[in-house]
């Protein structure tokens, strides 16, 4: 049978209103692929697997929060929503609006958006404003604008964009047949933790499938939940996560602590370094942001010992790596020029100046 998309897969299982009127792209149903020879490289012995949430249709996880959030404002007759985003909620709700018939709203961090996300906001035709501030300062203002006018506020403030993004826990229960043992996730106005959270548990109490312990995962320069207090300037290369007051901070704190979790902080390094070796070692690309679970996850076994022998670990990888692309190309050289002929490849490749 045709896939339909996340409302009709799960609908009974999410707390939508009656009015709710479906608006999909068929997201969701992303794959969780096996990565062995990460797990090899974190020293073995368990079993990784990657929930590749870049293969929605915009690109990231944050369509299934949106298909939500928009179906439930269509359903009562939104005509223009809006969000603050550091480029990816921007696009998703673009996107989603834009197949509703409505017009949509992106305040972005100046300067902070990667290419392909302003890219996509532009082309699924958002109305885009920059803020001469951060992700913080924009989100406080789209929160009084949605107050005062007609206006649909689509961040993760939004209950409903919960209620979808509980589908991945849904998802991974449904694939592994139970849940896995850690979840590791990146965490910035922590939206998505707090959704698998309630995912796990309710999927628990209905099946049996027990819960994960979360592994949160921030950037250094931008870790106010690590810190315990707001960050006024935060910095970070995964500027997805570039997020110095997270709105759901409070529920991540208690969905790490009631999961017997954590919630962590990993260098700019590290992230550049895990997206890295993702890439090479399984044939996955995906944006600094996205590779900063498992660069706490390594964190975890190389700094504090983590014990995962035996184990069954899922990261979730959040956004695609062609949202930022400029990330891998910014420090290249060019690549090697040869003219059109055999033997000026074959000197390139076989011989002493091998091609990288
Ligand atoms: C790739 O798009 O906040 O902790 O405005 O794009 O639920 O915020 C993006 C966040 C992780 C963090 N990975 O999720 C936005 C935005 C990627 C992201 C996160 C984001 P939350």
């Known amino acids: 049978m045709q896939y339909r998309g996340l ?3 799960y609908r009974a299982l999410l707390n939508l209103p009656a009015h709710t009127r479906p608006i999909t792209l068929l997201e969701g149903n992303t794959p969780l692929i096996p990565a062995p020879h990460l797990a090899h490289e974190l020293g073995g012995g368990f079993e990784l697997f990657i929930k590749y949430e870049g293969l929605n249709p915009t690109g990231s996880f944050k369509d299934r929060g ?19 985003s550091t480029g990816n909620t921007a696009a998703s709700a673009a996107a989603y609006a834009s197949r509703a018939g409505m017009k949509s709203i992106v305040l972005i961090p100046q300067g902070k958006v990667a290419a392909g996300k302003l890219a996509g906001a532009v082309a699924y035709g958002a109305q885009v404003v920059q803020i001469d501030g951060s992700f913080d300062d924009a989100l406080a203002m789209v929160v009084e604008i949605s107050n005062k006018h007609p206006i649909a506020l689509v961040n ?5 964009r919960i209620e979808g993004q509980k589908t991945a826990a849904f998802e991974i229960c449904d694939v592994l047949g139970q849940s896995p043992e850690w979840l590791c996730l990146p965490v910035g106005n922590a939206g998505n933790i707090t959704a698998y959270w309630a ?8 099946k049996w499938c027990g819960l994960p312990r979360l592994l949160g995962v921030q950037a250094a320069g931008a870790a106010p939940l690590v810190l315990g207090h707001p960050v006024e300037k935060p910095e970070t290369v995964a500027t997805a996560i570039r ?8 529920q991540a704190l208690e969905a790490a602590d009631e999961s017997d979790g954590r919630i962590i ?4 390094e590290e992230i550049l370094h895990m997206q890295k070796i993702l890439a090479k070692l399984e044939g996955i690309w995906v944006e600094p942001a996205s590779a900063a679970g498992l660069a706490g996850l390594a964190h975890q076994v190389v700094h504090e010992k983590l014990d995962l022998r035996g184990k069954r670990i899922v990261a979730i990888c959040t ?3 062609l949202k930022d692309p400029d990330i ?3 420090g290249l050289h060019q690549p090697i020029l040869v003219a059109p002929r055999l033997d000026a490849l074959e000197q390139v490749i076989l011989g002493e100046g091998k091609a990288t």
């Open 265 to 268: 902080a990993v260098s700019d």
């Open 156 to 160: 993760s403030i939004n209950p409903y």
């Open 7 to 9: 409302l009709a897969q």
């Open 243 to 250: 997020i110095g007051k997270p709105a759901r901070g409070e």
């Open 66 to 84: 949106m298909t939500a959030a928009i179906s439930e404002a269509a359903g009562r007759g939104v005509t223009t929503v809006i969000c603050a």
């Open 319 to 321: 956004g695609h790596g």
């Open 199 to 206: 995912g796990f548990r309710q999927y628990n109490d209905l």
């Open 328 to 330: 891998v190309t910014k």
